[in-house]
């Protein structure tokens, strides 16, 4: 009788010790979790300060460039550089620059500011001789006797992802002779096409695709994307 009641005590105290080490894993894991928990959130807390500093920083230097860019072209196009003339300028800048400065530095990728300036100095030549072509063949349409002329509104969806993108197409078309961006519907591009060749020339897609190379866009890869970013990351080794 006492042999039965000391192994039924013994196995009591064995289940007593089991639910205690049952509780204290419970314990051990929650307090895991709640610090595990407790980092996670620390450095999600972290990582916004640090992104948010980083982000305020990167606005900062987009407004000044921005303001530079306004005040160097103010003065450039006035010629004036008495104290109202300067102020005004000045104070004309530092409203369009705070209005705008996000749209001038957008979505650069690579973060090199430097490869966009290139490659759109060297776009320009090419806009350049594509105006004088258009223009030629805008004076035979207005010229010739038979007047060939056949305008049409053509609609097509951009690949071209940013704003800034969008505005440099955009006016690229416009200052086409030929050609004017009518609206912007999304992604969608509405243009008014003076002749059928005109419009198979914008559908084509050149100069969409040399709009897309300038700002490093998606689906627009070349080769000099990649001579250009690895000097980038040599560098930055």
């Known amino acids: 009788m006492e042999v039965t009641l000391l192994i039924q005590a013994t196995d009591d105290a064995f289940q007593v010790m089991e639910k205690a080490k049952m509780q ?6 929650t307090a895991t979790r709640l610090t595990s928990e407790t980092r996670t959130i620390q450095e999600r807390k972290l990582k ?22 306004l ?17 005004l300028g000045i104070l004309c800048s530092l409203v369009i620059a705070w209005l705008s400065h996000d749209l001038l530095f957008a979505n650069v990728r690579i973060g090199d500011i430097r490869v966009i ?18 223009n030629f063949h805008v004076a035979y349409l207005a010229l010739s006797p038979r007047m060939p002329i056949q305008p049409e ?43 059928k060749k005109v419009a198979d020339d914008l559908n084509a897609g050149e ?17 000099q994307d990649v001579l250009d970013v690895s000097r980038i990351f040599s560098a930055l080794k």
Not at 71 to 87: E, N, Q, R
Not at 171 to 189: A, H, K, Q, R, Y
């Open 24 to 29: 204290a894993v419970g314990i051990l894991d």
């Open 48 to 69: 916004a300060i640090f992104k948010g500093a980083h982000e305020s920083q990167s606005g900062f230097l987009n407004f000044v460039a921005t303001f530079a860019i």
């Open 71 to 87: 005040i160097i072209f103010w003065a450039v196009l006035s010629g004036k550089f008495d104290a109202f003339h300067m102020t």
């Open 117 to 134: 300036v290139q490659r759109f100095l060297i776009y320009i030549p090419w806009h350049l001789y594509q105006i004088f072509l258009s």
């Open 153 to 195: 509104i053509i609609r097509f969806k951009t690949k071209l992802e940013s704003d800034i993108s969008w505005v440099a197409f955009a006016n690229s078309i416009t200052l086409t002779p030929g050609t004017v961006t009518v609206d912007i519907e999304g992604n969608e591009f509405v243009v008014h096409a003076l002749s």
């Open 207 to 223: 100069m969409e695709d040399r709009i897309a190379h300038i700002f490093m866009e998606a689906d627009h890869i070349y080769i």
